[in-house]
C-alpha cells in the first residue's frame, strides 16, 4: 500500500492501515507533515491542538507513524500508472517504480503564483508564499497581502508583526470575514483595499529607485535598492503601489500532475472520489485531504479524512 504524501491527511491515514497490519510506505519528499511544517500557529482545531505549532503537530504525526511501521519514502511521485493485473505502478523521481495494490493520492495544493510571477522569478526578490518563513526578511518596510480569507488573515497577521505598514488588497468589494478578526483590527499599520485586483508583479527598476512618483510607500522598499511594483486594479482606476514584499494568498493549486492520467480530475484539477474516499473506475486508487474536490482545507478535517480514507482502504484489502 502507498500513501503519496505525507501531510496530515497522508500521515494520518497511513497511521490508520499501519495499526491494522497492513504494510504501508509514505511518498513525500519532505518526509511527514505537508503545509504543517510552515504553520506557527494553529488555528480553527477545535481541541486541544488551537493554537498550537503546526510544526510539532507534524513531528508528533511523524513519530506516530514511524513508530507504527510506517516506511518513509523520500521522494516525489512522478507518475502513476494502471497494472495490467491489478494494482497501480508509481514511478519515483529516484528512478524506482514501486507496485501497490492500493494507492492513496494525498499530495495536497501548492500556492496559485502571483501575476508576474508564474515562473518563480522573483523568489528571493520580494515574491513570498510562506508569511512565517519570510516575513522577518522584511521588517520595517511595508509589505503586501493579495488574498481574502483565513488563508490571507494568516498572513497578514505573521507579516503584522514585523512590517512598517501592511497593505491588504482584496479583490471582493466587501470585507471578508477575517477582516473583523480582532487581532486585524488591532493593527494599526494596515491598510486594506477593498474591490482591488493585483494585475501584476514586477521588481523596482534601478532608475526608479530614486523616484518617489506614484509609491505610497517608497521609503523602505526601495531606499534599499530593492522591492516590487504592484500593479493595481479598482472598478475605475490603476495605480502603482512600491513594497518591500508581497505575500500570495489567492487560492491553491491541487498537486495532480503525477495522478493526472490515472485519476479522475475536477476542470480545476482536484480528485473526484466517492464517500467513501474511492476514485469511481479506479479499484484501489484512493484521494484524501485538500487534493480531493469538496475537501475543506483545514487540519482537522486533512486528519478526520486520512483516517476515515486508511480504513476504507483496509476494507478494500480485506483487513
Ligand atoms: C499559510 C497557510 C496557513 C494555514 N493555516 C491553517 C490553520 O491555521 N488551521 C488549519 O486548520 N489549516 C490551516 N492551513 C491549511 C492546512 O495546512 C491544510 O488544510 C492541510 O495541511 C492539508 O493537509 P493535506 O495532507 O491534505 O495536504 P498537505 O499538508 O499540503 O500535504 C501534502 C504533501 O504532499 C506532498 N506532495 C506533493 N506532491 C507530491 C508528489 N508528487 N509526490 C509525493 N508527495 C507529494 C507535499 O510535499 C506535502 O508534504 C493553512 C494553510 C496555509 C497554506
Known amino acids: 500500500m502507498l500513501v503519496l504524501g505525507g501531510g496530515p491527511a497522508g500521515a494520518s491515514a497511513a497511521l490508520a492501515l499501519a495499526r491494522r497490519g497492513v504494510s504501508v510506505a509514505v511518498v513525500d519528499p519532505l518526509g511527514f507533515g505537508g503545509r504543517l511544517i510552515n504553520l506557527d500557529v494553529l488555528r480553527d482545531c477545535p481541541g486541544p491542538l488551537e493554537g498550537t505549532a503546526g510544526w510539532d503537530l507534524a513531528a508528533t504525526l511523524g513519530e506516530q507513524a514511524l513508530l507504527a511501521g510506517v516506511e518513509a519514502i523520500f521522494a516525489a511521485a512522478a507518475a502513476v500508472s494502471a497494472e495490467p493485473a491489478g494494482g497501480w505502478r508509481v514511478t519515483l523521481d529516484d528512478s524506482t517504480a514501486p507496485v501497490a495494490r492500493a494507492v492513496l493520492i494525498a499530495t495536497g495544493t501548492r500556492h496559485r503564483p502571483l501575476p ?31 488574498g481574502a480569507g483565513d488563508r490571507a488573515l494568516a498572513e497578514v497577521l505573521t507579516v503584522g508583526e514585523h512590517a512598517s505598514a501592511v497593505h491588504w488588497v482584496i479583490p471582493a468589494e466587501a470585507p471578508p470575514a477575517a477582516a473583523a478578526h480582532s487581532d486585524v483590527v488591532a493593527l494599526r499599520s494596515l491598510d486594506v483595499l477593498l474591490g ?20 505610497t510607500e517608497p521609503a523602505a522598499a526601495t531606499d534599499a535598492g530593492r522591492g516590487l511594483v504592484l500593479i493595481l486594479r479598482t472598478a475605475d482606476a490603476q495605480r502603482e503601489l512600491h513594497v518591500a514584499a508581497v505575500f500570495g494568498a489567492h487560492g491553491e493549486l491541487p498537486n495532480t500532475e503525477a495522478v493526472a492520467a490515472v485519476a479522475p480530475c475536477d476542470d480545476a484539477g482536484f480528485v473526484r472520489t466517492d464517500a467513501a474516499f474511492a476514485c469511481p473506475g479506479r479499484p484501489g486508487l484512493f484521494a484524501a485531504g485538500d487534493v480531493r474536490t469538496g475537501a475543506s482545507p483545514y487540519v482537522a478535517a486533512a486528519l478526520g479524512e486520512g483516517t476515515a480514507a486508511g480504513l476504507a482502504i483496509a476494507a478494500f484489502l480485506g483487513v
Open 196 to 215: 482591488t485586483e493585483l494585475q501584476a508583479v514586477r521588481p523596482v527598476e534601478p532608475a526608479a529607485a530614486t523616484e518617489p512618483a506614484a509609491a
Open 116 to 146: 508576474g510571477d508564474e515562473e518563480g522569478a522573483l523568489a528571493g526578490r520580494g515574491a513570498s508564499y510562506c508569511a512565517v518563513c519570510d516575513a522577518a526578511l522584511f521588517a520595517g518596510a511595508p509589505v503586501a497581502v493579495y
